[in-house]
């Protein structure tokens, strides 16, 4: 496929970009974030929304500008609390992560979010999809980036027919279809559009090579790891005897799942107790 592979016509393009702008003027979608201007406040939406559904991500993003509005002001609270208020939304590390950020953000930059790629992958938990996601829709920058929903987009409307698509296959396209006089419009419409999509017809995005179905939660590390790092925050220093009594998993996957947060740095063990490592 990729040897056969040639940019779309003219036409082609044009029809895309009409289809999605047509979409995002009768349906686009309205979300806190996108009525800032405010590096920050983009930051913290684009992680939050990492792997977790926009509509969960709402009332947690707007708790937590009230709190913590600026790197300063989430860089001086404590672990404990930062995992406290990201209960619920899952992967824990991402809350982790976003503190730790916020840090950097303060020490190396004067708590001004950075507005170059190769600064904002620097810091913890921002790969190139983030940071080209900051860059546009906190700076208006006209860069090149990919996640689920554009990618359905693009997969619905050049590529009907194919299975196991390269993103490789998609950048171009996406080069070529931008809005460089209105990116952070353009980006949001598309992303609009691609979440429109899989409300009406099959996922677009698992004839990608890239797609993964995430595995059930119940029963899963994630879940241990996820009880685990609330009960700590919420409880304080416990066992992992304290842990197995307190919940119905079973021992040896809260044993499994402690170990890995204590590799990551979430935990920290003194005494036979486990903690929020600070």
């Known amino acids: 496929m990729t040897s056969d592979f040639v940019l779309p016509e003219p036409a082609k393009i044009a029809e895309f970009q009409n289809a999605v702008w047509d979409h995002y003027k009768a349906r686009g979608r309205s979300f806190p974030w996108r009525d800032i201007d405010n590096g ?10 990492q792997q977790t559904q926009t509509s969960r991500v709402v009332s947690y993003w707007l708790r937590w500008m009230e709190k913590w509005p600026t790197p300063q002001a989430l860089a001086d609270a404590s672990l404990d609390e930062v995992l406290r208020e990201w209960a619920g939304l899952g992967y824990n590390r991402r809350g982790r992560f976003l503190k730790l950020a916020a840090e950097a953000i303060v020490r190396e930059h004067k708590g ?9 992958i620097k810091l913890p938990g921002i790969g190139p999809y983030t940071a080209g996601a900051i860059l546009c829709f906190a700076y208006n920058e006209p860069v090149v980036f990919i996640e689920t929903n554009i990618r ?22 996406l080069e070529q279809t931008l809005d460089r006089q209105r990116p952070r419009q353009w980006y949001y419409a598309l992303m609009d ?4 999509l899989k409300k009406i017809t099959q996922n677009p995005s698992r004839r990608s090579a890239h797609y993964t179905r995430q595995s059930p939660f119940k029963g899963s590390l ?4 996820g009880y685990i790092v609330r009960y700590l925050a919420e409880q304080g220093p416990a066992s992992l005897e304290d842990l197995s009594k307190s919940s119905a998993i079973e021992y040896e996957r809260l044993k499994a799942a402690i170990e890995s947060l204590s590799k990551e740095g979430m935990v920290a063990a003194q005494s036979g107790l486990y903690r929020i490592q600070s």
């Open 222 to 225: 994630r879940e241990a790891r």
């Open 112 to 120: 001004h979010v950075p507005r170059t790629k190769e600064e904002l």
């Open 193 to 196: 559009y691609g979440a429109q």
């Open 152 to 173: 359905s987009a693009l997969l619905h409307f050049f590529f009907h027919d194919e299975k196991g698509v390269p993103d490789q296959l998609l950048l171009p396209i």
């Open 40 to 49: 920050w406040g983009v930051l913290v939406s684009e992680v939050m929304l």
